[in-house]
Structure formats: structure tokens, C-alpha cells
């Protein structure tokens, strides 16, 4: 069974900084491409970026492109999205996935091709 947890969360000021990780557990990490994903509050599920199993690419999306990096350490089997100058249209429920789809090599973070979805870390943010 391919299991993931995410971890991390809580609560944080505007402008501050969160990392949370994505740990594989009783599998391999590292023959997966992982999705960074969230939903907010009366939102769609909107993904937040991804990064290949080798690490060789990543993509984000618009609204965290610049403020969020996605990592990872296969020896560990734990992914990490680390936010910087977090906003409070940042809060939401931070989930990882997993996939085996690309596009040319590359990672996309559509959440219909992800699969063993985690159960997710509460990010809030506020003064």
C-alpha cells in the first residue's frame, strides 16, 4: 500500500516561512513524481507545484512561483515544499500525491493523474 504523510503545518504570521514534508511510507519514494497540492476554504483543490522522481524538474504555479520550493530526499523517502513570505491567501489544506504521468519529462501539477493522496497538513496564515 502506498501510504503519505504530510507534516509541518500550523499556523504562521504574513511573511513568514513553513516547511512541510511529504514521507513515503512501505515504499519507494523515488520511482514517483510527487504533487504539492492545497484547498482552501469554499475552494477548488488547486495544485501547487511538483518535482520529478530525479529531481531534474519542478513546476509551480503563478500565485507561489518565487516563495515556493519543492525538494527532495530520496534517502530520507521524504519530499519537502518549503514557503517563504506566506500570505494569507496561502491557508489551506497542503496535500502531496503521487504520479507516474509527465509531459515531455516534466512534472505536472494536474491533480486528476495523482494518486495516494495524503491526508493532509492545515497551513493558516494570520496576524
Known amino acids: 500500500q502506498l501510504q503519505l504523510v504530510e507534516s509541518g503545518g500550523g499556523l504562521v504570521q504574513p511573511g513568514g516561512s513553513l516547511r512541510l514534508s511529504c514521507a513515503g511510507s512501505?515504499?519507494?519514494?523515488?520511482?514517483?513524481?510527487i504533487g504539492w497540492f492545497r484547498r482552501a476554504p469554499g475552494k477548488e483543490r488547486e495544485g501547487v507545484g511538483c518535482?520529478?522522481?530525479?529531481?531534474?524538474?519542478?513546476k509551480y504555479t503563478d500565485s507561489v512561483q518565487g516563495r515556493f520550493t519543492i525538494s527532495r530526499d530520496n534517502a530520507k523517502n521524504t519530499v519537502y515544499l518549503q514557503m517563504h513570505s506566506l500570505k494569507p491567501e496561502d491557508t489551506a489544506v497542503y496535500y502531496c500525491?503521487?504520479?507516474?504521468?509527465?509531459?515531455?519529462?516534466?512534472?505536472?501539477?494536474?491533480?486528476?493523474?495523482?494518486?495516494?493522496w495524503g491526508q493532509g497538513t492545515q497551513v493558516t496564515v494570520s496576524s
Open positions: 500525491a503521487l504520479t507516474t504521468w509527465t509531459v515531455d519529462a516534466m512534472c505536472v501539477p494536474t491533480p486528476e493523474v495523482y494518486f495516494s
Open positions: 512501505g515504499f519507494a519514494l523515488d520511482r514517483y513524481d
Open positions: 518535482v520529478t522522481n530525479n529531481s531534474e524538474s519542478t
